[in-house]
């Protein structure tokens, strides 16, 4: 038991020192797994938020987000940039589960593309995708306290 709690204690500084050969670029979904090796939360600001939800289809809300970029159904996030940066990459974590429009289950990364008129303070706005049916899967957390932390930064656009 003792040498198999010495080996995984040593995995973390394995998996680190073989990181530092890597280029420097930004690895949110390797943070993620780090964290959980080490027993960490990705690390970065964090902020307590109340969430709303919206839509294509819906009055003033068009394909393109604040960037140029196509908005991306359970992806897309707007904020306040005076509180998060534009091209902020987030962690929800009561969003991990959800059910994606293809069906997957949600790995809880949004990417902060997009700005709101009522966007304000610790406000965020959720892109759910095509028509007020695509909220249902959002609507099982509680969207006034949603906990997102930053966990790096995208260029260009968002995946989609």
């Not at 998996?15 to 690390?43: E, H, N, R, W, Y």
């Not at 970029?69 to 005076?82: I, N, P, S």
Request: aromatic share 4%.
């Amino acid at each position: 038991m003792r040498r198999r709690l010495a080996a995984l204690a040593m995995l973390p500084a394995l998996l680190l020192s073989s990181g530092a050969q890597a280029a420097s670029t930004s690895d949110p979904v390797g943070d993620l797994i780090m964290s959980v090796v080490t027993g960490a939360l990705p690390s970065g600001p964090g902020w307590n938020l109340k969430a709303t939800l919206y839509h294509a289809g819906a009055r003033g809300v068009g394909a393109l987000d604040s960037l140029g970029c196509k908005v991306v159904a359970m992806r897309t996030v707007a904020v306040d940039r005076r509180l998060i940066a534009a091209r902020s990459v987030l962690f929800i974590k009561e969003t991990v589960g959800l059910k994606m429009p293809d069906g997957t289950a949600h790995d809880g990364y949004w990417y902060a593309s997009d700005i709101g008129s009522a966007i304000k303070g610790p406000r965020i706005d959720l892109f759910t995708g095509a028509g007020a049916g695509s909220m249902g899967p959002a609507r099982a957390i509680n969207l006034d306290k949603l906990t997102a932390v930053k966990v790096g930064d995208f260029k260009g656009c968002p995946p989609g």
